[in-house]
């Protein structure tokens, strides 16, 4: 389907909750998305710019074809502007390499050729680049493969929509759980993502949600108790939760390491709001 609306002279991008409205030679927040005047085009369909194959527990995904192979793509470009993202290289830029152009049967029949048995979404926010996805998925379920996003949550209504029998497994990241951290320091709202992962549960997808502990920023003992009792009370006790230690990067480099104190501690609180599956990561070793 083509995702944007039209409204008077300018053309709506429907793929994210931006719904950026956009005059032609206009591209939305996220840079790749751009009004070329009869339609929004996806500029980096067909042109991603890392791929590899990856254990799906690089995901993160515990529970989900554990020890298999996933082949994951990125693009570059986001439609958040987060200071501490691990993979600013490729978010936070919009220099396109064109040097290649990958169709969708290449994509899958490079994911077969390695044995994998998923293709993963991933590195930057593939809600940018669903249209690529929505054709490469397609094609990945007639070859047996399953789809994998892993995401900030941000999608719009109409994405979420069509990812229903497309996508089969989501890692969502809950960044913070204070909506005016979320709106002023990484672009999106907050409240949006809750809904959207309350509709992935619905729609019977996998889910395993992510929360990066930055020092200083979202690491107050009754914020990381907002985020477990949210997926405890409001989606399952079965929703695996990953916690993953922030190392210095981008534009926080001032910042310490989190610290295994600190993860620890927002493990046990996971498991006593009553979480059942809370994982480490970024560490050496749970155990430590």
């Not at 339609?39 to 515990?62: Q, R, T």
Request: overall charge neutral; some cysteine.
């Amino acid at each position: 389907m083509e995702y944007f609306k039209k409204l008077d002279d300018k053309l709506v991008c429907i793929l994210c909750n931006h719904y950026c409205k956009l005059k032609e030679g206009q591209s939305g927040i996220c840079g790749v998305n751009k009004n070329i005047g009869n339609k929004i085009e996806c500029l980096v369909y067909g042109y991603p710019n890392a791929m590899n194959v990856d254990p799906i527990e690089k995901k993160p995904l515990y529970h989900f074809l554990p020890n298999t192979k996933s082949f994951s793509i990125g693009t570059v470009g986001c439609n958040f502007k987060c200071s501490f993202c691990q993979n600013w290289q490729l978010s936070q830029t919009h220099n396109i390499n064109k040097d290649k152009y990958f169709s969708p049967q290449d994509i899958v029949d490079l994911s077969l050729e390695y044995n994998c048995k998923s293709i993963s979404y991933t590195y930057n926010e593939p809600t940018i680049f669903f249209p690529y996805i929505e054709d490469i998925a397609t094609l990945a379920h007639k070859n047996g493969l399953k789809n994998i996003m892993v995401t900030n949550g941000f999608e719009s209504k109409e994405v979420v929509q069509n990812m229903l029998g497309l996508i089969d497994a989501v890692n969502v990241d809950i960044k913070s759980f204070n909506s005016k951290y979320y709106k002023k320091n990484l672009g999106g709202k907050l409240e949006d993502i809750l809904d959207n992962l309350k509709l992935f549960v619905k729609n019977g997808i996998h889910v395993e949600i992510t929360t990066l502990i930055v020092p200083t920023q979202n690491d107050s003992i009754d914020e990381i108790t907002q985020i477990a009792k949210f997926i405890a009370n409001k989606l399952s006790i079965n929703i695996p939760w990953h916690i993953s230690a922030f190392h210095p990067d981008y534009k926080e480099l001032d910042l310490p390491p989190t610290s295994l104190d600190i993860l620890k501690k927002a493990r046990d609180i996971g498991y006593k709001c009553g979480l059942k599956y809370v994982h480490l990561g970024n560490v050496r070793s749970e155990n430590e």
